[in-house]
């Protein structure tokens, strides 16, 4: 073996074990509780060597949770060309997004919170571009169904992409006002509060019978 794919492999070695030093952080604190400084101790490096790879504490847990990211959008593109319904489309989007959401909720903030600013900061312009056109994908599959609809008469001829956008505005409102109202012994009303902005702006759009 070469020096070149020595180094190489060294890298690639440095990184899985910082990742896999992250990964425990973050699962035992969640992403606010964590620090660089506790994933430098557990990784047995210090936090100056992080930055060697990561620029930031959301670019070293974008890089950790992206295949759950990938895994969605994945899952938003199979529904959007699938058999169902248009309207069926919609409710089913919205229910993967909300399973990815209840699934690691951390991750789904990381989207939420995008800043165009502070994340040309924060992260790789190439892992940016990466969230950038997931989340543009995410929102394409949502309008795509809305046309679909329109085009099959289901709904009125609402512009399908502005549509989109308040289906996905409504979804974060929710979370966010939910989540502020949360308390250990309180009802969470989180999905059947979704479930209803859902229906309401579906039955806003659909096309009158007959």
């Known amino acids: 073996m070469g020096i ?5 492999r060294e890298k690639n070695n440095r990184i899985r ?12 604190k969640g992403f606010a509780g964590a620090t660089m400084e506790e994933v430098a101790r557990r990784a047995e490096v210090s936090k100056a060597a992080i930055y060697l790879y990561f620029r930031s504490k959301e670019d070293l847990y974008y890089s950790l949770i992206e295949p ?3 895994r969605l959008s994945q899952k938003l593109i199979q529904l959007a060309a699938s ?26 903030h990381l989207v939420a919170r995008y800043k165009a600013q502070e ?22 599959q949502v309008e795509k169904a809305i046309a679909e609809g329109i085009e099959a008469g289901v709904f009125k001829a609402v512009d399908a992409k502005l549509t989109s956008i308040i289906i996905w505005n ?15 012994g309180r009802r969470d009303y989180r999905r059947s509060t979704l479930e209803a902005a859902l229906e309401m702006i579906l039955a806003g759009i659909k096309a009158p019978r007959g």
């Open 4 to 8: 070149k794919e020595r180094r190489l």
């Open 17 to 28: 074990q910082l990742k896999e030093s992250a990964a425990v952080v973050f699962r035992e």
């Open 68 to 70: 759950a990211l990938n």
């Open 83 to 108: 058999p169902l319904p248009p309207e069926e489309k919609v409710k089913a989007m919205a229910q993967a997004t909300y399973e990815f959401y209840e699934a690691d909720p951390d991750a789904y």
């Open 119 to 140: 994340f040309d900061r924060l992260l790789t312009a190439e892992k940016l571009n990466h969230l950038r056109n997931l989340m543009k994908s995410n929102l394409y």
């Open 170 to 184: 409504a979804f974060m409102g929710v979370i966010q006002f939910q989540e502020n109202r949360m308390a250990p």
